[in-house]
């Protein structure tokens, strides 16, 4: 009874550290016009993080007042 505890417990410590250290299963890439871009999972979302922006789409300027989008 006690190796199968201890490898019930040993089984279940892999597993939350394998979680911990990103083990999960990655989104696929995703083909964009300058190439692909890999994002991340977090809580059930695609995410992805510090890709630029080419412009304002908003149009005007950013409201910082440094001028970097009036042309």
Known sequence: MIPMIKSILLTATLSMLAAGLGFAQQPAPVSV?????????????????????????AGGSCGCGCGCYER
Do not use: K, Y
């Open 33 to 57: 016009e300058g190439g692909l871009v890999q994002g991340t999972s977090e809580d059930g979302l695609t995410v992805f993080r510090g890709i630029p922006s080419a412009d304002n789409l």
